[in-house]
Nanobody, 114 residues
Framework: QVQVVESGGGSVQPGGSLRLSCTAS????????MGWYRQAPGKQRELVAT???????NYADSVKGRFTISRDNAKNTVFLQMNKLKPEDTAVYYC????????WGQGTQVTVSS
């Protein structure tokens, strides 16, 4: 079993920044991917960014140039640096750990509002 815990959400004004963290613990595989997804009220959960063990990243078009995903392999932790936040970035952000199975965190709220 793997446990996934997110932190770092909060409220910010448009144009501001937030940094999310996510740590996986338990039976961590030697090869795994981690990523961030978000779900706004009334919408489906969508991919934000993912990162694989070799550092290969993938971003949703809506966040390219504003968000950066990074990873500390020694700590099984992934970060999401979010800059130039917009009201449409408001959502619950979920962390996902994937080896042969998927594990999700409980989510952290990000609210962008003036």
């Amino acid at each position: 079993q793997v446990q996934v815990v997110e932190s770092g959400g909060g409220s910010v004004q448009p144009g501001g920044s937030l940094r999310l963290s996510c740590t996986a613990s338990g039976s961590i595989a030697s090869i795994y991917a981690m990523g961030w997804y978000r779900q706004a009220p009334g919408k489906q959960r969508e991919l934000v960014a993912t990162i694989r063990g070799g550092g290969i990243t993938n971003y949703a078009d809506s966040v390219k140039g504003r968000f950066t995903i990074s990873r500390d392999n020694a700590k099984n932790t992934v970060f999401l640096q979010m800059n130039k936040l917009k009201p449409e970035d408001t959502a619950v952000y979920y962390c996902r750990y994937t080896d042969v199975n998927d594990y999700w965190g409980q989510g952290t709220q990000v609210t962008v509002s003036s």
